[in-house]
């Protein structure tokens, strides 16, 4: 852990005399996480808000934060104005600061010539700053910042420093945080939670606004870790003789596919609905193929590949494949964001939006941001508003201006495999495909030990997959319905 010098009177000044932040002490047994630095105060800028930085501790620090102004402004509906506020933040993250991903500012001592005792004082006073409610509508559509997108890859393209930082902050996301006089919260499970109620689904799922209500989510678990989240191309593993063998199903990436996730990077995972994380991959469903993907990529409008339609298959329903594959958390609707796979499965949905996108306004000169489908459920309607994020409306899930907050560096493609060495070329095929797991010696029947020890898992509404790709087993796990529970968001 790194602890910042604080050797200066004046520092040490800034942090004692703060009101804001009283000294948390969590109990963070359950996550490998060291425990997080005491001195918030280095995480904030000059203009005294806090920022996510290149130290790790900082992610901490910013929730805690966040969530205690929210608790302050609004406390009947702090986690939803919480989560307003990281979209906010996800909205904001090209206004030309120079703090883009990839070059995290220097986080300086910002106490200089009492500027920490000026703002000290008003919170003794107990004054507040009001927070304005959100209007996304006030926000430029159409402006485009050039290169500072986010930058998105493939899941085996990432260096290991990349990939270890993306699974810490999700780490320090799942670690509980105190509320002095107010219980505490997961982080984690208030964003997994916004994938929950049934207002939030319907609104997310089942019409055109299913891309952009996805979009915006990406944006927020961004904006919640403070580095891009990779994805997922499922097709690397669909190519594979046996895409159960993939080395994503390691603890070198996911940890184990079947049962529970007892090792690897999100070891030990607690599920909002405290239960254990679980798996059962390749159990039914199908991962993507690159046909599917294909056929999607030939349509010229959105209308064919947005829910509902008949005459197509729709993007929507090719994502519901991985979902049933992998099983457990990930197969429910109500549950599967509390797997973290959830949100590599969804950056590869978005790159496929993003790649038809591109071939609208290059090929067919459509303007991707106004050509919003007129069909579906009312809250798919396109000046609807995007429950439950505030004022953004539906449209706006579509615009130029959230496409550009990303980019995606292309799938690896032969014959380099973007230099993955969990990758290579079938040169049958001319298209990379997922190294297996090196050999182990397991006993045989491992992983179908594992899965029995589960017993019956808990979910709610399941996904369904337009295929079953008839390498599966059909050992799907037994399940009961959710407990209904008070949800955060
Ligand atoms: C929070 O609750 C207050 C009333 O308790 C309401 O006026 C406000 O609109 C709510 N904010 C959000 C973002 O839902
Ligand atoms: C969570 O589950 C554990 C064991 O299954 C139980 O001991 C604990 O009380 C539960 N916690 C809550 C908040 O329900
Ligand atoms: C959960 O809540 C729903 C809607 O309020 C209700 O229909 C259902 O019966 C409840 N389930 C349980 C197990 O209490
Ligand atoms: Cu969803």
């Not at 060495?421 to 090196?438: F, Q």
Request: aromatic share 10%; hydrophobic share 30%; charged share 25%.
């Amino acid at each position: 852990m790194q602890i910042k010098q604080t050797t200066t009177g004046l520092v040490f000044f800034c942090i004692t005399g703060s009101l804001l932040l009283t000294i948390v002490t969590v109990n963070g047994e359950q996550y490998s996480n060291p425990r997080p630095t005491r001195n918030c105060q280095q995480y904030r800028s000059r203009r005294g808000e806090y920022e996510i930085t290149g130290n790790d501790d900082s992610v901490y620090c910013y929730h805690q934060h966040l969530y205690q102004s929210a608790l302050g402004s609004s406390p009947n509906n702090a986690s939803i104005v919480y989560v307003q506020t990281l979209l906010e933040k996800a909205l904001s993250r090209c206004d030309g600061s120079g703090s883009k991903y990839g070059h995290p500012r220097q986080v300086k001592k910002k106490c200089r010539k009492g500027r920490c005792r000026r703002k000290n004082k008003n919170k003794k006073r107990g004054k507040k700053v009001a927070r304005k409610p959100t209007s996304y509508n006030k926000i430029k559509y159409g402006r485009i910042t050039p290169n500072c997108a986010w930058e998105r890859k493939e899941v085996r393209t990432m260096s290991r420093s990349e990939w270890n930082r993306f699974t810490r902050r999700l780490n320090i996301l799942k670690r509980p945080i105190r509320n002095p006089g107010r219980g505490s919260f997961i982080p984690y499970d208030v964003i997994s939670d916004i994938h929950r109620s049934d207002s939030n689904l319907d609104a997310a799922h089942g019409g055109p606004s299913f891309l952009g209500w996805h979009r915006v989510y990406l944006l927020i678990l961004e904006s919640a870790i403070g580095v891009p989240v990779p994805y997922w191309d499922s097709r690397l593993d669909y190519d594979m003789a046996e895409p159960t063998d993939s080395m994503l199903w390691t603890d070198e990436f996911f940890g184990p596919g079947f049962g529970i996730v007892d090792s690897g990077p999100f070891a030990g995972w607690i599920t909002a609905d405290n239960v254990s994380l679980v798996r059962n991959i390749g159990s039914g469903g199908s991962l993507m193929s690159a046909s599917m993907v294909e056929e999607i990529l030939r349509y010229r409008n959105h209308d064919p590949i947005v829910e509902p339609t008949r005459r197509s298959i729709s993007l929507e329903r090719i994502h519901g494949g991985p979902h049933v594959w992998v099983d457990g958390q990930l197969s429910s609707l109500q549950t599967a964001p509390q797997e973290p796979v959830f949100f590599l499965h969804h950056s590869f949905v978005d790159y496929i939006w993003y790649l038809f996108r591109v071939n609208m306004r290059k090929n067919e000169n459509i303007n991707p941001s106004t050509d919003y489908p007129n069909k579906g459920p009312r809250s798919h309607g396109r000046n609807e508003n995007m429950i439950p994020f505030g004022d953004l409306r539906n449209i706006q899930g579509y615009s130029d201006f959230l496409e550009s907050l990303t980019r995606y560096r292309p799938s690896p493609t032969c014959p380099s495999c973007g230099r993955s060495k969990y990758l290579e070329c079938d040169r049958g095929i001319n298209r990379c495909k997922s190294k297996p797991k090196r050999k182990v010696v397991t006993p045989s029947g491992a992983s179908d030990q594992r899965r029995r020890r589960l017993g019956t898992v808990l979910l709610g509404t399941k996904f369904i997959s337009p295929q079953t790709d008839p390498r599966t087993s059909g050992n799907v796990l037994s399940f009961g319905p959710l407990l209904n529970r008070t949800l955060l968001v």
